[in-house]
């Protein structure tokens, strides 16, 4: 039986969407690698020409090639080594040359002299640039970044941001569309 053509298009486009996912997966990874290696060179690559970095706590922003280079360099200079680890991954194809994701991640960071561990979300926008998939837009969401010494009952308060020397709101999950719903629907007895 051989197929015909609207079915050879349909596994054509199939294919495509299952390469970009596995490529952008792979994009997310390096980035990990590249963190940890302070390699500045693949740092620069993994972004597009006009990509966008920052932090919902607003301590990080920076926009384009270079000053994303320069904003990585200021942070590893704070930084002895780093262990990233990426976990679960949600990939949405806009189309052949865009995609959005949600990538929940830890880092273990020494950090100002002081042994870190950070939960934490980004908030991604993907486009295919020079025939590769780069990140256009991350945005750095915290459920935690806090000394090891104060891990211990981490997740029993929102101010669990401590990194920056005054303790913040968590960025996530409190503020999400869901846990929104969920704490208005357990007020109203649901």
Known sequence: MNPNADEIAALEARLAAVE??????????????AMDDRDLESIGDLFTRNARVWSGDGVMNAS???????LYQGRFAKLGATNH???????????DHRASGLVSAHAEVWRNGVQQIA??????RYEKEDGAWRIADRKML?????????????????????????????????????????????????
Request: proline residues 2%; hydrophobic residues 35%.
């Open 20 to 33: 970009a996912d596995l490529a952008i997966r792979k994009l997310i990874s390096r980035y990990a690698f």
């Open 64 to 70: 384009g090639r270079d000053e994303l280079v320069r």
């Open 85 to 95: 680890f990426v976990h679960d991954i949600v990939i949405d194809l806009e189309g």
């Open 119 to 124: 939960a934490l979300r980004y908030q991604d």
């Open 142 to 190: 915290y459920v935690y970044y806090t000394p090891v010494d104060r891990y211990d009952g981490i997740l029993g308060t929102l101010k669990r941001n401590l990194t920056n020397g005054q303790a913040t709101d968590a960025d996530v999950p409190e503020k999400t569309a869901g846990f929104v719903k969920y704490l208005r629907l357990q007020s109203q007895g649901g």
